[in-house]
């Protein structure tokens, strides 16, 4: 049995400038191995959140110090000697050590990092890559089978606004998503090429090339709709066809824009109830080539999401990310209520992966969808690709083809395409 001889974990740096958590686990054998989490919510009833230090003199309150101590002088001694295929006791014995629905006594931040580094030590063990280690691991814990036949089709996004840009658009992410027809090398070239037509065509139109927190341009826009002008503009340019070589989605992440209980984007001079902005999502989704909409109600507005979903979704994906949060109930209450048909997996936004596979099983016992995606607040780590491959997620979302903590991930699933799946 490959036992933990030694965990030690340190801070590092996200791709917004905050702290988190990255840490090494050595094998009795001497073989290591390292993980990092991203950044999570700071104070939320209703997700996972992350331990800070709430210290103001280092890092404005955000250091990680006390989550790296929990690891190194609580964790670890207590778990040291255990093999570490015992994933699911581990993971079990962490979320039950911690106590609370949101992980605030341990930190979401300690517990995945040890998640994580029990599978990526199991894999090394077993010297298996480590999605085919994490596929093997949900087969025996929930007797089925997932067989891997492919990399899951990736959505890129291109346009960022909402909370991730300081710019005029309010919906978060537009999105390119190459056919699922593609192989995963030809969609991520074809995402490439796109990022650098669109660049060209913003700068001819005068509009600046910065980019927001994923990597997408931030443009300041008119409407949200000149956004998918602009996309449907630079794949034309570039002889792809909307609609059949490349799709659209979007992110419209509308809590930020519901406010007593109306909708208010640039689109509209005019806030809108229910039943207006309803029609104006419905319009969108028929005026461009959309196959993804992302959070298009408040998460309070369990109407307006069931009404959507009862008209588009025979032929577009109606994913829940905040509607979800990677709560369990939340997820069987939303596919019992037809509110949706697809959700986001964000590990960090449960704590483990027995929590993640626990959503998966959830997914898979009722046909619904999933998308595996990476946060706003990132690290280098690949860990969400090979889980993406393990449970066979329909799309991931890592963020814009560029950046070392989006293409960290893209082009790992391009390894394993190349490598594993022959
Ligand atoms: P977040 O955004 O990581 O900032 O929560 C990602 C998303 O909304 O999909
Ligand atoms: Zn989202």
Known sequence: MPAIKNIHAYEIIDSKGIPTVEATLTLDDDRMVTTSVPGASNASQNEAVDLRDEDPNRFSGQGVTHAVSYINELIFPKIKGASVFKQIEIDKWLCDADGTKNKSRLGVNTILVISQLLAKAASVSKQVPLFKYMNDL??????????????PTPIFNMINGGQHANNSLDFQEFEVIPSSSFTFGTAYQRAVEIFVELKRVLEYRNATTAVGEEGGFSPNLTTNMDALEILMETVTQLKMKCGLDIFFGVDMASNRFFKNGQYLIKDKGHSMKREEYLNFVKSMTENYPILSVEDPFADSDWEGWKKLNELISKNIYVVGDEL???????????????????????????????????????????????????????????????????????????????????VAKYNRLWQIEREELK
């Open 138 to 151: 949900y087969e025996n814990t929930y007797k089925e089978e997932i067989p891997i036949e492919k990399i």
């Open 324 to 406: 979800i949060r990677m709560n369990k109930d939340k997820l069987a209450y939303a596919i019992r209520e037809s509110a949706c048909t697809s959700f986001i997996i964000k590990p960090n936004q449960v704590g483990s992966i027995t929590e993640v596979f626990e959503m998966v099983n959830i997914a898979r016992k009722t046909n619904t969808s999933y998308v595996v995606a990476a946060r706003s607040s990132e690290t280098n780590d690949d860990f969400v690709s090979d889980l993406s491959v393990a449970i066979q997620s329909e799309f991931v979302k890592f963020g814009a083809p560029t950046r070392g903590e989006r």
